[in-house]
């Protein structure tokens, strides 16, 4: 399932997306200068969340990385290829080849603790409350059309928001009342990690 809607998400960024590719868009080069009072709220908004994703999954694949493809280079790649990388990962990652993390304990202990996923949840917010509250739907509906990147981030956005709930349904992080939590994008896998026992946090490390 996973390398399907890869193939698809790689279709639709190569020859589908509408709008001026990297060379000729201005919103590309705002974005990636951080010029973002240029920049509509609700796409600001959605960048950011491209850039917590990944922390995210890293805490998810890190937690983990016990499998015969080691998930730590996809989790780095996401924070650039976000989807793109972290589709592949969980297609070939493999059978289990180990008892514990390649991961160290520390770094484990750091991206585990409550404060940690606190300020992510936090920023996740504040993420929401500039976006929603000054954002306007018609300007990001132009800036899907008018920029190839936006409609890549859209479709990126909505992919990681289903592998968010897909994943943590598949590893039984939580009981499926709160999975529907993960259609709250960013914050709801947040949340729900938050909330995670510690118990349960300790052993995922083991």
Known sequence: MYIIVWAMLVLYALLLAPGASAANDLLFKNLITGNFQQVDPLVV????FLGLFPVLFMIMICKKDTYKLP????SLLSFALGAFSLLFYYHWKGQKVRTRSRISSRFLAIISSRLWIGLCLALTISGYAYGLSVGSIKAYGDAFMQSQLASVMT???FVL?????????KERI??????????????GPFLILLLLP????????L
């Open 45 to 48: 908004m959605v960048f950011s």
């Open 71 to 74: 998930g730590w280079p996809f």
């Open 155 to 157: 479709a990126d956005f």
């Open 161 to 169: 928001t289903w592998l968010s709930y897909s994943i943590m349904t």
């Open 174 to 187: 939580a009981s499926r009342p709160y999975l529907l939590l993960c259609f709250i994008p960013v914050a």
């Open 198 to 205: 510690r118990q349960d946090v300790r052993e995922e490390k």
